[in-house]
């Protein structure tokens, strides 16, 4: 079991201090989620930090996550008083609707104002949650470097979109305490925490754990397997024997077999999966 996973180097810190700097320089936040852990992506410091400043939240990588599981996200948050928009950064899904709301938002400003400006806003959200694709679609180019792993993007980046808007991108921030390991256990499947501080094999029986309550019917076809065992170590060695994942002597590769679980889970060949559901009334946000 993978216990206190905490992850808080010198530039979350400097993030931090980035954002409280620029806050007053935009007119809106656009804080982008994962579509998959809605909850766990929405990082309590960026609710601190921004206050009462207008906001539109961004279910991100939707064609990744299981989308009646998303469509109930949309309404939860627009509950909660959120512009909010499902997107697929990569193919574009969503993103007229995304500009439709910042035309009108940029009308009502200059409306208040009495003048005609252009709106400035910033993107937040913690690592490898798509924010550079984003913006590569919202200019219209590539620009913005992306990666599959946490940490691409560094440093204060402002970017004119297609249509004349400005744009700060910041890099990807965490918290330093997860007080719920779920969310940091979440986070580093989806790989918004460095793999490089996390033991692959440990995280991957994690994964397949959650799975095994959540999507068993995903895991028993994505790896072939005859039955959903009650024990996730032997649907983890089911996986490697199915994938001939084995070393000398039949003894079974663990490493290969969690990386090989993570990553089709992070690319979406297991199929489209949430990992998190939608409170109901009453109940805390990540039960």
Not at 47 to 55: A, I, Q
Not at 68 to 85: A, H, I, M, N, P
Not at 256 to 284: C, H, N, Y
């Amino acid at each position: 079991m993978i216990q206190n996973i905490n992850w808080y180097p010198g530039h979350m810190k400097k993030t931090r201090e980035l954002i409280q700097e620029n806050l007053k320089a935009v007119d809106l936040v656009i804080e982008l989620l994962d579509s998959r852990i809605p909850i766990s992506s929405r990082n309590p410091i960026i609710d601190e930090l921004v206050g009462d400043k207008r906001r539109i939240v961004l279910l991100g990588k939707s064609d990744l996550a299981d989308s009646e599981e998303t469509e109930k996200w949309q309404r939860y948050f627009s509950r909660k008083g959120d512009k909010t928009v499902a997107i697929d950064a990569r193919s574009g899904e969503n993103i007229n609707r995304l500009f439709s709301i910042l035309d009108d938002v940029q009308r009502e400003q200059n409306q208040l104002r009495q003048m005609n400006r252009s709106i400035r806003m910033m993107v937040v959200g913690v690592p490898n949650v798509g924010k550079s694709s984003l913006i590569n679609r919202l200019i219209g180019k590539k620009s913005a470097k992306t990666g599959d792993k946490a940490g691409v993007t560094r440093g204060k980046q402002w970017v004119t979109l297609k249509n004349g808007m400005q744009l700060l991108d910041t890099p990807g921030i965490l918290w330093p305490k997860f007080e719920d390991q779920r969310v940091g256990l979440y986070l580093a499947f989806c790989g918004s925490i460095r793999d490089e501080i996390l033991d692959t094999q440990d995280l991957a029986f994690e994964l397949i754990k959650v799975l095994e309550k959540r999507y068993p019917e995903s895991l028993q076809n994505r790896y072939k397997l005859d039955e959903i065992q009650e024990e996730t170590l032997d649907n983890m060695e089911a996986i490697a024997f199915k994938r001939g994942f084995l070393m000398p002597g039949k003894r079974i590769d663990y490493e290969r077999t969690g990386r090989t679980v993570i990553d089709e889970f992070r690319s979406g060949k297991l199929g489209r999966i949430t990992l998190e559901t939608v409170p109901s009334e009453g109940e805390p946000e990540n039960d």
